[in-house]
């Protein structure tokens, strides 16, 4: 059984910047990318992430937009994250099991370890 993938669409400001962000986070490139847009496209976790420069104006640079959420049920996973992210020059905060970031347009991205999820999901937090 193939499971639905969750979708989500991010207005950026600078689709460069933000794709550098994703990739160090979700760790992979994006499998489209265009000068405007990243389109990153996974199975697990089963997520399809656009990020989209919006026309200047419709969006409020450095305004938290959004709180998400990556469930991994390895404690590794969360270190692999953590290093990709400082390698990318983001600044973390530490948790209980997690990372928490924040994207270049202030969306709050945390990783946390949950030894009974089913699998790497995505969730709002």
Known sequence: MQ?????????????????TF????LGAPPARQSPLAAVFDFDSP?????????????????RRSGRFSLVVTKPQHVGLAAIAL?????????EDQAI??????GNAWQVRFVESAPGRFVQAF
């Open 3 to 19: 499971l639905s993938k969750t979708h989500i669409h991010l207005d950026v400001d600078d689709a460069g910047q933000s794709a």
């Open 22 to 25: 994703y990739e160090a986070l």
């Open 46 to 62: 089963p997520l399809v992430l656009t990020v989209e420069a919006c026309a200047r104006g419709r969006h409020a640079k450095g």
């Open 86 to 94: 400082r390698r990318a020059g983001v600044q973390l905060r530490l």
């Open 100 to 105: 928490e970031a924040e994207d270049p347009d």
